[in-house]
């Protein structure tokens, strides 16, 4: 090592703070003369967190008060303070208070929570290299320069550059599932000059310097250099992602590794793809600030009218100061233009009752109410895992029933992360795995000897190509064993192999390797360059020469190999289209059949090939292959070149079959949200090839459709081209159905300068599939589409912290309780076990959320339009004087107790149709789209309705007889009201029995603390008159006439889907046991029998003469499966399989 004087004149390439690039001294070690000013770095704190102690209170109340009934309703209630008014400032003021508070505390709470999680993660313990021993501490303790040491299975806790691990080379292994969606293993590597350093005092003594670019979001790009002194002279080693470990990913297959941590706390490549919280509020909620602003408008001009007929009416002498209230002088002197604000703002307090602030209060109640029942549903309990649904926040319940994109993430969301192997081909012939044994197509496990019997020449060349091809290394479970004591064959000697377990660059080597070690071909471990295989118990040792890297161009990877009998040969593996074409010799045609028929299936195919070198050629080819590497200009290029000349004139083994296992019901969820017109995009970060096959599997992608490719675009220019092309294409073919790939490069130029072009081909795209996508890429997707100009309302799934951001993107945010940590959930709105669980969350409950919401925000501008209209009458007949039409206790009890019950409960257990209807036609979501329960038409509707209501009552009684407005508004909420239970007669019926109670007990007893009581035994007298109740049953059924004639007519004329799902569930048993087109039938020509239906029509006979009328159009494309158990209440969507259209 150098001296310290040696180790001070490395600080001369320390770049200022605000350039491109950041200076880190390993251990801190600081020159130590005067003229270096240390760089501040962030601490390694994470915050997901919105408040703090200090900030809660402003925050929370800017929040709050940006909602408009609550600003309108602090600004009436500073009103009522600072002027005289005919109601108490009380009227506006505590229910202001009680919204606020209870708000406050809901969203502290939540806050709290994340809070809680910070906490876990900020203290985690770690230890780091200091003062010359290994130090605990805690996780938010570490700074930028400090050495970290990370042991097995453990996640890194900072960004750090690998500087040592136990292994001689220095390598390590990681796997980055929680944060690009891959669980495959990656190999890391340390720089030769610190690889050495495995013992503390080794890295104490270590004098080195890290330059790097500044913190950015790319998981996968890193430059940077590190610069280490050893006597007297500085080495300068280039720096990679493959020598960074990202915060968030977690070390396998490696005992123990060392690293500097170079990006802390929040510039952390975790923390930058994470996008801010931002507070989400409904299409609903909108539409609600929308209708109050409305409202606000025809307060506004019933305050002014009001108050300008006041004076117009007081421009009479007799009128403007009568005898019995004879002005002040005060009065007479006072400035008209003070006096008409004062009047203005009277009127404007008397008629404010027509926004109600209880309409927060209730929907807050409904949506906080309402979750519990997500909770509850069985139907998304994971018995497996012990999982039941999670609401995370209850402000989106509605939401859930608007949805029109979903962008779901695919390893861990759409699959288990499971592959199996299933099929293969070998020379022509097709085999496939039968209990261990590989048996040709047609054969069954009748071998007393397994497949040794089978297996000779080619087929064993084949396994064996497989079993050396790869990247693969082993884990062995025993105990820790002191550095350098192991051997990695010690297993040869007595140790079973079945404790090994494989970790893979690629799930499909994993389990192609498994799939021959269970075979007979073992792979049974690697050190330095010997690969050692087991060949049905024959021990073989491999020599391995090159390896050459899997890369997106070639679409293949090789190894190079010395045999044990001293030849050389090439074993390659890859994609049929990188491999088929290079072959001479095999059975090209016969295996290119078989990939087919792989492919058709939805397995993940690879072909498998060799050439053997001889010594000549293998000098040839070792000299192209280290002059390319070595080579400091064009190197990728040389690369290429030297591995098209080696890769060529190849002899074809065969081909592999692979399934990665979906989630159960991936299929049928995602045809179901197709059926409801939703339209699904799977974003990745996985290979383009892998994700491909992944979406044909599971149905994404259909075999019949056009799939279109934006790949590898490597400028604007290029890419505009493409574009273009893909848009003539999709015009040419607009028949035929169309589906687009796009990469994560491709897709940063697309959105660069043509976005425009780029939404026009997605739109046209039946399904997206977005691969090798970057956590925020993905978020920028989502808010794409949020932004176009129809405004569509997103939903995005995920399991791992690599789909955070795009949760948090987009409206609705669902995280999967996955294999990949619970970043995912903590920041979701909801969190389900298993993808299969949407369909009904959207398709059931968001259907039921947003009529029941719907209705309830609807009826409440109802009401209280019935409710102050007859105020504002009043004051024609009481010259604008001001005077209430109410009582003070009724005007405070309207809202609160005879109207709010019956709303809160129909919000709470509405169904309009069935649950399982709903399930099973999932075009009834469809219905409902576009916030379409609450358009301007709906809302006019139920205005006018309201104002008419105000008018026949208010005159009615007039002329008729007083009379109240609680009748009315549960009148109309019982007209509204399909489902009705006990719960729904006990509150309509007993709200309207509790007024009559209430207005019989407040009248007939004088209250001492009252100081008037001008309502003393009014209700008594009223009650006892004939002409009252008279009053009350016309007036009632003038009201509500109108609205069910309405309702019959339009039932009848122009029936939604709904309503005829309705009236197919109240049919005479005959005909709703009937092939009917509501319960087998969908939308659009598309047609499929029910399970159900189909059951009770072969039990009682009835589909026999009516069976035709359902299918004489077209075959029956979707229905319930027949393999599948009936139950009562069958959870299952949809599945493929088709039935024929004679038989239902």
């Known amino acids: 090592m150098c001296t310290k004087h040696c180790f001070d004149d490395c600080q001369g390439f320390d770049p200022p703070h605000q350039s491109d690039t950041r200076t880190v001294y390993v251990a801190n070690r600081f020159p130590q003369n005067g003229h270096y000013i240390p760089q501040r770095f962030a601490d390694n704190r994470i915050i997901s967190s919105k408040y703090t102690v200090w900030n809660f209170v402003p925050k929370n109340m800017f929040e709050q008060f940006r909602r408009i009934a609550n600003f309108y309703f602090l600004i009436i209630f500073l009103v009522q303070l600072m002027i005289d008014t005919p109601t108490s400032p009380i009227t506006s003021g505590l229910p202001l208070f009680f919204v606020i508070t209870v708000t406050a505390i809901k969203q502290g709470y939540e806050d709290w929570l994340r809070h809680k999680a910070d906490n876990e993660v900020n203290g985690a313990p770690v230890f780091v290299v200091r003062s010359g021993s290994l130090v605990q501490t805690r996780s938010k303790n570490i700074r930028v320069g400090d050495i970290v040491r990370v042991a097995k299975d453990e996640t890194f806790p900072v960004d750090l550059v690998l500087l040592s691990s136990d292994r001689a080379d220095g390598t390590c292994h990681i796997t980055t599932a929680s944060l690009d969606g891959e669980t495959n293993l990656k190999t890391h590597f340390s720089v030769p000059e610190t690889s050495v350093c495995q013992s503390v005092s080794q890295l104490e003594a270590l004098q080195a310097v890290v330059e790097c670019q500044q913190p950015e979001a790319d998981l996968y790009r890193f430059v940077g250099r590190i610069t280490v002194i050893q006597h007297g002279e500085e080495i300068v080693r280039p720096l990679g992602p493959e020598n960074l470990l990202l915060r968030g990913a977690r070390l396998k297959n490696t005992k123990e590794i060392f690293g500097v941590a170079v990006y802390t706390g929040m510039e952390s490549k975790m923390a930058l793809n994470y996008k801010c919280k931002s507070q989400k509020r409904s299409a609903v909620e909108k539409s609600m600030n929308t209708f109050l602003i409305i409202y606000l408008v025809i307060l506004l001009f019933e305050a002014i009218l009001s108050t300008i007929l006041k004076y117009a009416w007081q421009a009479e002498e007799k009128w403007n100061e009568p005898f019995y209230n004879q002005k002040t002088e005060q009065e007479r002197n006072s400035s008209p233009i003070l006096k008409f604000i004062s009047d203005f703002l009277a009127f404007l307090v008397l008629y404010n009752f027509i926004i109600p602030i209880s309409l927060y209060v209730t929907v807050e109640m409904q949506k906080f109410l309402g979750s519990f029942f997500i909770g509850w549903d069985l139907d998304l309990y994971h018995e497996e895992s012990d999982q039941k649904a999670q609401v995370n926040t209850s402000d989106l319940n509605e939401e859930l029933g608007q949805v029109e994109y979903v962008f779901t993430d695919k390893t861990g969301t759409l699959t288990e992360n499971e592959m199996h192997f299933r099929e293969c081909s070998i020379k022509g012939t097709k085999y496939r795995e039968v209990n261990g044994k590989l048996l040709p197509e047609g054969m069954t496990d009748d071998s007393p000897d397994g497949s040794v019997a089978h297996l000779i020449g080619d087929e064993v060349l084949f396994l064996k190509a497989v079993s050396l091809c790869h990247t693969v290394q082993i884990s062995y479970d025993q105990p820790d064993l002191p550095l350098g004591a192991s051997d990695p064959f010690s297993h040869v000697n007595g140790f079973s192999s079945n404790h090994m377990e494989y970790y893979a660059s690629s799930p499909d080597e994993k389990a192609l ?632």
């Open 513 to 1144: 390797v498994e799939a021959t070690k269970r075979i007979g071909v073992a792979f049974t471990g690697s050190r330095g360059e010997t690969m050692e295989i087991n060949t049905f118990g024959k021990l073989e040792k491999y020599k391995l020469l090159h390896l050459l890297e899997f890369d997106a161009n070639r679409r293949r990877m090789s190894v190079i190999l010395q045999t044990p009998s001293g030849g050389t040969v090439l074993f390659t593996k890859g994609a049929e289209s990188a491999i088929l074409p290079f072959a001479t010799s095999g059975e090209i045609e016969k295996t290119r059949l078989h990939v087919d028929e792989f492919a058709l299936k939805g397995l993940r195919t690879l072909v498998v090939a060799c050439r053997h070198f001889s010594p000549e050629e293998y000098m040839d080819v070792d000299k192209r292959l280290t002059a390319a590497r070595t080579a400091l200009q064009q190197r990728e290029e040389k690369l290429q070149e030297a591995f098209d000349f080696i890769e060529r004139d190849l002899q074809l083994l065969g081909a592999t079959a692979v399934e990665d296992k979906l989630q159960d019901k991936v299929q049928e969820t995602i045809e179901a949200l197709r059926l409801a017109g939703i339209k699904v995009w799977v974003l990745t970060g996985d290979k383009h090839e892998t994700a491909v096959s992944v979406s044909l599997s599971c149905g994404h992608f259909h075999r019949t459709m056009n799939i279109l490719e934006l790949l590898q675009q490597r400028s604007d220019n290029e890419c505009a081209e493409q574009l273009r092309r893909l848009a003539r294409r999709i015009k040419e073919d607009h028949v035929i159905q169309h589906g687009l790939v796009v990469d994560g490069a491709s897709l940063s130029l697309a959105l660069r300068e043509h976005e425009k072009l780029f939404m026009e081909v997605c739109k046209n795209c039946s399904a997206v599939l977005c691969c090798r996508m970057a956590p925020l890429q993905k978020a920028k997707v989502v808010r794409l589409l949020k932004t176009s100009p129809e405004k569509p309302i997103t939903l995005a799934i995920g399991d791992g912290a690599n789909d955070v951001s795009m949760i948090q993107e987009a409206h609705v945010g669902i995280g999967i309780m996955g294999k990949e940590g619970r970043q995912a959930v903590r920041n979701s709105d909801y969190a389900i076990a298993r993808f299969k669980f949407l369909a009904k969350l959207l398709l059931v409950h968001g259907h039921f959320y947003y009529i029941r919401i719907a209705t309830l925000v609807q009826y409440f501008f109802y009401k209280n339009v019935c409710f102050i209209t007859p105020q504002f009458l009043y004051q024609f007949f009481c010259l604008f004087s001001q005077q209430t039409l109410y009582d003070s206790v009724y005007l405070t009890l309207y809202n609160i107790c005879f109207t709010s019950l019956p709303i809160l409960v129909y919000s709470l257990f509405e169904q309009l149709v069935h649950p399982h209807v709903l399930q099973s036609k999932p075009c009834l979501y469809r219905d409902i789209r576009k916030n379409s329960l609450l358009s301007f038409r709906t809302f006019l509707y139920w205005t006018v309705l309201g104002f008419c209501h105000a008018f026949i009552f208010f005159f009615g009684s007039y002329i008729l007889m007083g009379e109240d407005t609680t009748l009315m508004g549960n009148g109309q909420i019982a007209l509204e009201t399909h489902f009705w239970t006990w719960m729904h007669h006990f509150v309509t019926w007993g709200s309207i029995a509790f007024y009559f109670i209430f207005s019989l007990f407040y009248g007939g007893i004088i209250w001492p603390f009252l100081h008037t009581q001008d309502m003393y035994f009014v209700f008594v007298q009223l009650l006892s008159s004939g002409s009252a109740w008279f009053a009350i049953i016309i007036i009632v059924i003038i009201c509500l006439s109108p609205d069910v004639f309405k309702k019959v007519l339009y039932r009848h004329l122009q029936p939604t889907s709904t309503q005829k799902s309705q009236q197919s569930l109240s049919a005479p048993p005959a005909q709703a046991l009937s092939c009917m087109e509501s319960l087998c039938c969908y939308q659009q020509g598309q047609s499929g029998c029910s399970r159900l239906a189909s059951l009770l029509d072969q039990m009682t006979g009835h589909c026999k003469a009516g069976a035709s009328n359902c299918h004489t159009s077209s075959r029956c494309n979707r229905s319930w499966s027949d393999t599948e158990t009936f139950y009562s209440n069958d959870r299952s969507i949809l599945t493929l399989s088709p039935i024929e259209g004679t038989r239902c």
